[in-house]
Nanobody, 126 residues
Framework: QVQLVESGGGLVQAGGSLRLSCVVS????????MGWFRQAPGKEREFVAA????????VYADSVKDRFTIFRDNAKNTVYLQMNSLKPEDTARYYC???????????????????WGQGTQVTVSS
């Protein structure tokens, strides 16, 4: 079974940047479409961004479009989320997830992803 380990979270001021990493092990990254999700206290887990196995298709939530960038380095078995112009409302625990169905366009639904990491906390102060 694939293992996902996130890192890169932390405390940052509004307007700042962070880069999250998700290292995939036990399987090859190109076997999966990859997604980033987040969950704030008392809220449901929500979609942030996803990238297809081929890197040809990327989708973003409207709330992060033009601020966040998802990309992957298949040689390093790692997917990244570059977060710029962070806002207090971006505060959440961020999770990466793997979808083995490898559809041409990656999906947004939480339930479509098979495997999840433990998450990394991002806190944005105002």
């Amino acid at each position: 079974q694939v293992q996902l380990v996130e890192s890169g979270g932390g405390l940052v001021q509004a307007g700042g940047s962070l880069r999250l990493s998700c290292v995939v092990s036990r399987r090859t990254l190109t076997d999966y479409n990859m997604g980033w999700f987040r969950q704030a206290p008392g809220k449901e887990r929500e979609f942030v961004a996803a990238i297809s196995w081929s890197e040809r298709n990327i989708v973003y939530a409207d709330s992060v479009k033009d601020r966040f960038t998802i990309f992957r380095d298949n040689a390093k078995n790692t997917v990244y989320l570059q977060m710029n112009s962070l806002k207090p409302e971006d505060t959440a625990r961020y999770y990466c997830a793997a979808d083995s169905r490898v559809t041409a366009v990656p999906v947004r639904a939480v339930q479509e992803y098979d495997d999840w990491g433990q998450g990394t906390q991002v806190t944005v102060s105002s």
